[in-house]
């Protein structure tokens, strides 16, 4: 009996000297993270964390640093998950709390950002921080400025709240935060462009404007400021004044593609098909996985007669979004100018599969049964437009239903 005692003691002892031996590695490890994450070698640091947590899964430092190097990485969700163990462990650390806040917003998650963005005002504000965040603005131009989670936490709070209220499109309550924020840094240009925003998509475009232009007078550099005063005298029709001031938004920031695609746009309504064309080739350039971007092309290359590009550009907006129901109405339109009429009946009747109230695609569809000799189908459709808002010339329904 005393033997297995004294065997059951030394087991205990080398069970306590691993542990030990562990703990050292995983600060080791920890360290080494540390050092890679400081000398921007990120996936070096991902290793040495990931190792320092396999050794110890407990180890709650090194899954914030794991947060900051996964992001440098582009591992949103990653990095989430892992400021989220992290602040199970420290809840009422504001750097990593702030952290997933802004990650949140990025990645869509808007009631958890706003959940954690009002813990963050609740928190006591002051003490010190050796963490800068270089912040770019998600509706101003790009420009990155540096704070500290606690020096400009509340306004930035302040601020995200109500980007947030505004994708949830509660109006009121976004206008609220940018007063709030606008009291507190009255010479901040974005929160004023971010509150015209709102007041924008809220309908009243008086008070947009006067935002807008409070803004331009604050930051007269903002690119993103004159691209939305264009969109407001887009709409008033002073199509000269609209594309002037898209030109300055481009000439100010080359690097946004909606202003390209917005002028793009103008420029077709006016007849300008080539600078159309050159705007909507840069917009791609700069952001090839928006659909709408290949739409608008496809449309303008269809207008200059390049039927081949318009199907080339509508088949990579069914690419990016299979079920984007105008590219297929489209690339229909397409293949019924190239005389492909059976292919164009299947392209036709995707577009009806993905918006079953589709009235263009049912009247496109039925002038193309019409064509095939298949009247039944043709008038069958032509019906089904009319049900969905078409308006059909009598004379059109007298020939295909008579």
């Known amino acids: 009996m005393a033997l297995r005692m004294y065997v059951l003691v030394v087991c205990l002892g080398l069970i306590s000297l691993m542990g030990s031996a562990q703990s050292r590695s995983a600060a080791t490890y920890f360290e080494k993270g540390e050092e890679a994450l400081k000398n921007k070698s990120y996936k ?25 190097t996964r992001e440098s990485l582009g591992d949103k969700q990653g990095a989430l998950n892992d400021y989220s163990i992290y602040l199970e462990s420290k809840p009422e650390d504001k750097e990593a709390l702030f952290s997933r806040a802004v990650g949140r917003y990025d990645y869509g998650q808007w009631a958890m950002a706003k959940e954690d963005f009002l813990k963050l005002l609740s928190m006591p504000q002051g003490g010190e921080t050796n963490t800068v965040y270089f912040q770019t603005d998600q509706s101003a131009d790009g420009e990155t400025r540096a704070f500290t989670a606690h020096h400009d936490l509340t306004a930035t709070a302040l601020n995200y709240l109500g980007l947030i209220e505004t994708k949830l499109k509660n109006y009121g309550q976004a206008d609220f ?7 507190l840094h009255p010479k901040d240009p974005d929160y004023y462009l971010n509150r015209g925003i709102a007041k924008l998509h809220a309908g009243d475009s008086a008070k947009a404007i006067l935002d807008f232009e409070k803004a331009l007078v604050l930051n007269p550099e903002s690119s993103l400021v004159r691209h939305n005063l264009a969109v407001l ?54 952001e090839p996985s928006d659909p709408d971007y290949w739409l608008n092309r496809g449309i303008i290359k269809e207008q200059s007669k390049d039927i081949n590009g318009a199907m080339a550009d509508y088949q990579q907006v069914i690419t990016l979004k299979q079920d984007y129901e105008k590219g297929w109405l489209n690339h229909g339109n397409a293949l019924v100018k190239l005389n492909r009429l059976p292919e164009a009946i299947e392209d036709y009747t995707v577009a009806i599969t993905y918006f079953p109230e589709y009235g263009l695609a049912y009247y496109n569809r039925g002038l193309t049964y019409h064509r095939l000799g298949k009247k039944k189908e043709a008038c069958l459709d032509l019906e089904q437009a009319k049900k969905f808002g078409i308006n059909i010339e009598p004379k059109v329904t007298r020939t295909i239903c008579k």
């Not at 935060?177 to 009291?183: E, G, L, M, T």
Request: proline share 3%; hydrophobic share 30%.
């Open 44 to 68: 070096t640091a991902l290793a040495h964390f990931n190792e320092c947590l396999r050794l110890n899964p407990y180890y709650y430092d090194a899954y914030y640093s794991r947060a900051l």
């Open 177 to 183: 935060y940018f007063d709030s924020a606008i009291h």
């Open 233 to 286: 005298n887009k709409s008033k029709s002073n199509k000269d004044e609209t594309e002037r001031l898209l030109t300055e938004a481009i000439e100010k920031n080359p690097k946004q593609p909606h202003s390209y695609a917005e002028r793009g746009l103008v420029r077709k309504e006016a007849g300008n098909l080539k600078g159309a064309l050159a705007d909507y080739n840069e917009a791609i350039r700069l």
